[in-house]
């Protein structure tokens, strides 16, 4: 069980990382309440210490100046739900022809590479694809956000001259005199 110590140890610190702390609590009536509803709440959601490191790691990287709403920090503090390793290797196997939207799976696409999960066989590369997922879900839970690459713009359709029987037969044969194989 979180004690009140426990919250008053997080509040200081949000204050610490949060400058604009003082436009959410300007009195001690203030700051008393705010404990005492976060303390009520991170109890009833049943939050452990380790959660509220996780949630104080999630705030020292938020842009913003003030402090999160209790909602916000509980999500922070809650563990996120992570793909299976077989549910992303599904999901990065398929990358060529859908789109991924998991970050992390991306993430670790990238770390892969792409065109090596497309092309290698599966019992090459499925294994380097799993030590890079599981590093970029412990990178995650220890406060790293990733994000997905911007979409790229479809590729262009190429307008190829038609070009007639003798013509074409022209260039295969300077090619092939060029390459040494006359006819």
């Given at each position: 069980m979180i004690t009140k110590q426990h919250i008053d140890e997080v509040i200081k610190q949000l204050a610490a990382v949060f400058p604009a702390w003082q436009a959410a609590i300007k009195t001690q009536d203030q700051a008393n309440n705010l404990k005492r509803v976060w303390f009520d709440e991170v109890n009833?959601?049943?939050?452990?210490?380790?959660?509220?490191?996780?949630?104080?790691?999630?705030?020292?990287q938020s842009d913003s100046p003030y402090l999160p709403?209790?909602?916000?920090?509980?999500?922070?503090?809650?563990?996120?739900?992570?793909?299976?390793?077989?549910r992303a290797w599904q999901i990065a196997a398929m990358s060529g022809t859908q789109p991924i939207t998991n970050p992390l799976v991306a993430e670790a696409v990238k770390r892969t590479g792409k065109y090596d999960i497309i092309n290698r066989p599966e019992r090459d590369i499925k294994p380097l694809f799993k030590d890079h997922y599981e590093e970029v879900i412990s990178e995650a839970k220890q406060g790293a956000q990733f994000k997905l690459p911007p979409p790229?713009?479809?590729?262009?359709?190429?307008?190829?001259?038609?070009?007639?029987?003798?013509?074409?037969?022209?260039?295969?044969?300077?090619?092939?005199e060029l390459l040494g194989d006359k006819q």
């Open positions: 009833r959601q049943g939050l452990t210490e380790e959660d509220l490191k996780q949630g104080l790691l999630k705030a020292r709403s209790l909602g916000q920090f509980i999500g922070w503090c809650q563990p996120a739900k992570y793909l299976t390793v077989e790229q713009e479809p590729k262009k359709e190429i307008d190829f001259q038609k070009i007639d029987r003798q013509e074409s037969r022209k260039y295969i044969d300077r090619i092939m």
